[in-house]
């Protein structure tokens, strides 16, 4: 990709209102555009940091046996209403058509994913089963001054799991555990898992992935030793005391942002839907429900605010939306032609390049290299190409200088 054809340029100004890095970095940066409160445009560039982080999560849930699929975010109002949802649920869009008819835009899919997959299951032979998509979800939030990690039109994946007894929904909640630990670990990420009551329609347990962030909106306790950690909302420990897990470590007060969610559902909407199945004694039961959430777009908001510095966003390689920024520095004819082929032959082998080939000055060139983050600057100019050599520069390091055509070995570690 080409700096002067790529829509979506730096900017000067971040958005109005909003005050989180996040928000305002990615803005410059040219990532995303704020339409409204909480509603964003992903620019070319943020699109793909989006779709490197679905990628990685799609990796995931396939690889525990989710089912991929993707279901409407038009509902019907009638699912809705045979939940309670309709008139129970506060962050819940409601359209009215010009014929009269109501309408829900999903802000979870519940009301949905229970039919579809309940009118295919007869019998306990048809479990467990697990579904997920990865899609856009509506909520009416009230507050949305976050950038990315509050929307009122945001990217989850949504899996929801079917189980025909207590005992293999912990089963496969454990599993899925390990896998958005996995999630996170890949993004560079430390997730805490705190227990919390369950939503507004179950008594039973959830368990929520937090991140540590003073972005956030939750206030948690977590043990300086082990994994263990509760929100203050619901919790009667206090900041200072020893933790009950494990006995060794302290409990200490942060910010954290909620990053993933398991619910454990019990049999509610399979009641609610009247939909059951065969059990092994011949019998009708209703399905136990698991719902497990993660945000996608929430999590990219997350990435920056852990990842910056005062000059711009720290993008960790596996989700950058490419690899190298590729700077020539003046317009010579044997500048641009060596960075020209720098740049065809990097695409060859499959390395992701951005090339600012403008005719602007060195010092803005450089800003916005730092500004938008890219893992590798390599400088194509005067003062080194004498001697058949570029600048090297990874985001957080010194530059080195290194011979033109060592450039793909040092960029894949290769050593020889
Ligand atoms: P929160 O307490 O932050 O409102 P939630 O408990 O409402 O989250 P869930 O309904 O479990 O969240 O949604 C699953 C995941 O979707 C959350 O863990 C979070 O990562 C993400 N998410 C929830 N609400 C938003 C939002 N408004 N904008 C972006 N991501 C969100
Ligand atoms: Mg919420």
Same mark, same amino acid.
């Given at each position: 990709m080409k700096y002067s054809e790529m829509f979506g340029k730096t900017t000067r100004n971040g958005p109005k209102d909003e005050v989180t890095a996040n928000a305002d970095l990615l803005t410059r940066a040219g990532f995303v555009e704020k339409l409204m409160a909480g509603v964003y445009t992903y620019l070319p560039l943020g699109l793909k940091v989006l779709n490197n982080i679905s990628d #990685?999560?799609?990796? +995931?849930?396939?690889? #525990?046996?989710?089912? +991929?699929?993707?279901?409407?975010?038009l509902h019907p109002k009638g699912n809705w209403v045979q939940t309670g949802a309709w008139e129970n649920v506060d962050v819940l869009f409601k359209l009215e058509s010009r014929t009269g008819r109501e309408y829900a835009l999903g802000q979870s899919e519940e009301e949905i994913v229970t039919p579809l997959v309940m009118s295919r299951v007869q019998t306990y032979r048809d479990l467990p089963l697990q579904v997920y998509q990865i899609g856009w979800k509506f909520r009416d939030e009230l507050r949305s001054k976050s950038g990315l990690m509050r929307g009122r039109e945001f990217l989850m994946k949504d899996m929801y799991s079917f189980h025909e007894d207590q005992a293999d929904f912990d089963r496969f909640y454990a599993i899925t555990?390990?896998?958005y630990l996995r999630i996170y670990d890949r993004l560079g990420l430390v997730a805490k898992v705190t227990e919390a009551s369950g939503g507004a329609f179950t008594e039973k347990i959830s368990y929520e992935f937090m991140v540590l962030t003073d972005a956030g909106e939750d206030d948690i306790l977590y043990c300086d030793q082990c994994e263990y950690c509760v929100n203050v909302e619901i919790s009667q420990l206090q900041p200072g005391t020893v933790c009950p897990k494990c006995g060794q470590g302290t409990l200490a007060q942060a910010r954290a942002s909620?990053?993933?969610n398991v619910f454990d559902l019990g049999q509610k909407y399979g009641r609610d839907f009247g939909m059951g199945f065969t059990d092994r004694s011949g019998g009708k039961q209703f399905p136990i429900m698991g719902c497990y959430g993660l945000g996608i777009s929430r999590l990219m908001g997350v990435v920056v605010e852990k990842f910056h510095d005062d000059r711009g966003i720290i993008w960790p390689e596996v989700i950058a939306p490419a690899k190298v920024h590729l700077i020539n520095l003046g317009n010579s004819d044997d500048i641009r032609e060596q960075a020209e082929s720098i740049y065809r032959s990097l695409r060859q082998q499959g390395v992701t390049v951005l090339w600012d080939e403008r005719e602007t000055s060195a010092g803005v060139k450089l800003k916005d290299a730092d500004l938008i983050g890219l893992p590798y600057r390599v400088v194509v100019s005067a003062r080194t190409l004498g001697e058949g050599k570029i600048e090297v520069k990874p985001r957080t390091d010194e530059e080195v200088l290194i011979p033109i055509e060592g450039l793909m070995s040092y960029l894949t570690g290769v050593t020889s």
């Open positions: #990685i999560v799609r990796e +995931e849930m396939d690889a #525990i046996g989710g089912n +991929e699929l993707l279901m409407p975010m555990k390990d896998a909620e990053v993933g």
